[in-house]
T-cell receptor, first 116, second 111 residues
Framework: GAVVSQHPSRVICKSGTSVKIECRSL??????MFWYRQFPKQSLMLMAT?????????EQGVEKDKFLINHASLTLSTLTVTSAHPEDSSFYIC????????????FGSGTRLTVV | AQSVAQPEDQVNVAEGNPLTVKCTYS??????LFWYVQYPNRGLQFLLK??????LVKGSYGFEAEFNKSQTSFHLKKPSALVSDSALYFC?????????FGTGTRLLVSP
């Protein structure tokens, strides 16, 4: 149980184009989702927290106009990287709270974005 | 601010030997601590968590962690390492509702 499906797993796009990454909770309602970015051989950096039906809260230094987050339903959150550039190439991982009372978090399998 | 530190970038251990991956924490209030494992190009898999209760927490795949309040540590341990345990391990602390991660420790178990 508590599965988050993240797609695509891997995407290559041209510089200047936009890419959308989806995270879908399969067997629970995800009122809160998180988006992380992971650079090679580095830790996970939280980009933003999204709550269903409201605007995402971005961490300091994250460009909200570049990384658009939408959490329009209890099972789907999307991250759109707009006007992507090579420096946006990274591994993006979503996460969701599936059991708030017991501090249960689950993670998607990640998306490897390469901008050429 | 809540934070965790993983002082070792890499830990090397021979298969069959015990392993320890270190984590120290800095929090205000009660710490809610977690360990996750990541395999290449994959998301994070939950190993165990400490919320309250016994200081020795048992988790998945034979891992356990010891919460030590006086040393502000939450080290991950396993009595007998497997080659398949080779992966990237992250310690994390709950800060408000989000998880804040350490820098990660790469565990390499040699045959």
């Amino acid at each position: 149980g508590a599965v988050v499906s993240q797609h695509p797993s891997r995407v290559i796009c041209k510089s200047g184009t936009s890419v959308k990454i989806e995270c879908r909770s399969l067997d629970f309602q995800a009122t809160t989702m998180f988006w992380y970015r992971q650079f090679p051989k580095q830790s996970l950096m939280l980009m933003a927290t999204s709550n269903e039906g409201s605007k995402a809260t971005y961490e300091q230094g994250v460009e909200k106009d570049k990384f658009l987050i939408n959490h329009a339903s209890l099972t789907l959150s999307t991250l759109t990287v707009t006007s992507a550039h090579p420096e946006d190439s990274s591994f993006y991982i979503c996460s969701a709270i599936f059991d708030r009372a017991n501090y249960g978090y689950t993670f998607g399998s990640g998306t490897r974005l390469t901008v050429v | 601010a809540q934070s965790v530190a993983q002082p070792e970038d890499q830990v090397n251990v021979a298969e069959g030997n015990p392993l320890t991956v270190k984590c120290t924490y800095s929090v205000s209030g009660n710490p809610y601590l977690f360990w996750y494992v990541q395999y290449p190009n994959r998301g994070l898999q939950f190993l165990l968590k400490y919320i309250t209760g016994d200081n020795l927490v048992k988790g998945s795949y034979g891992f356990e962690a010891e919460f030590n309040k006086s040393q502000t540590s939450f080290h991950l341990k396993k009595p007998s390492a497997l080659v398949s345990d080779s992966a990237l391990y992250f310690c994390a602390v709950r800060s408000f509702q989000k998880l804040v991660f350490g820098t990660g420790t790469r565990l390499l178990v040699s045959p």
